[in-house]
């Protein structure tokens, strides 16, 4: 099974300042035939379901902000969020797909300074 | 409105069984596969199971293989999770999520979450 180690645990950063998110993969989620790296990003706020930010490691989903931005390859990747707004508070999730069984970074909780 | 409902939680005994389903709305069900992804209270997520469109192909986490049963009724747009032999670390809320994808295989990321149901294992 794929690991995915996520850091920090959490983090506070002050409003309209930068977030920086990372994700470490115990094994290349580069797919070399397609050269797409096989990785999302969730938010989940108190209460709520998950929510779709970013997949193939840096698209961005439908509707989400384009503060949220993601990046990396292989087995190193991160999430940011350009300017922190007081709605971003949330749990965030790096979750692979490259292979099943699907899983997910345990996690990194977002506050504001 | 495209939504995922599931229903079908409850509190149920160590050793017992319950059936989960997820009615989906306003989407080509049978063009998407569908996945159960669960969250332990105050814990992070977990796959559990994903099915493709057709229903041909199912795939489990081990911590639930030879216990879990995915199905999917596609004329009635609602996926299941037969649940048996439930432990206490079963415990949590499952989610029913749909599949970015939309061409039957999947992809297994998920762009479409339902609100959850609670099953809590416990004597």
């Known amino acids: 099974d794929i690991v995915m180690t996520q850091s920090p645990d959490s983090l506070a950063v002050s409003l309209g300042e930068r977030a920086t998110i990372n994700c470490k993969s115990s094994q290349s989620v580069l797919y070399r035939s397609n050269n797409k790296n096989y990785l999302a990003w969730y938010q989940q706020k108190p209460g709520q379901p998950p929510r779709l930010l970013i997949y193939?490691?840096?698209t961005r989903e439908s509707g989400v902000p384009d503060r949220f931005s993601g990046s990396g390859s292989g087995t190193d990747f991160t999430l940011t969020i350009s300017s922190l707004q007081a709605e971003d508070v949330a749990v965030y999730y790096c979750?692979?797909?490259?292979?099943?069984?699907?899983?997910f970074g345990q996690g990194t909780r977002l506050e504001i300074k | 409105e495209v939504q995922l409902l599931e229903s079908g939680g409850g509190l149920v005994q160590p050793g017992g069984s319950l059936r989960l389903s997820c009615a989906a709305s306003e989407f080509t069900f049978s063009s998407c596969a569908m996945s159960w992804v669960r969250q332990a209270p105050g814990k992070g997520l977990e796959w559990v199971s994903g099915i493709s469109g057709s229903g041909g192909s199912t795939y489990y986490a081990d911590s639930v293989k030879g216990r879990f049963t995915i199905s999917r009724d596609n004329s009635k747009n609602t996926l299941y999770l037969q649940m048996s032999s439930l432990r206490a670390e079963d415990t949590a809320v499952y989610y029913c999520?749909?599949?970015?994808?939309?061409?039957?295989?999947?992809?297994?990321?998920?762009?479409?979450w339902g609100r959850g149901t609670l099953v809590t294992v416990s004597s």
């Open positions: 999520a749909k599949d970015h994808g939309g061409m039957g295989a999947g992809l297994w990321y998920f762009d479409l």
């Open positions: 193939w490691a840096s």
């Open positions: 979750q692979q797909y490259y292979s099943t069984p699907i899983t």
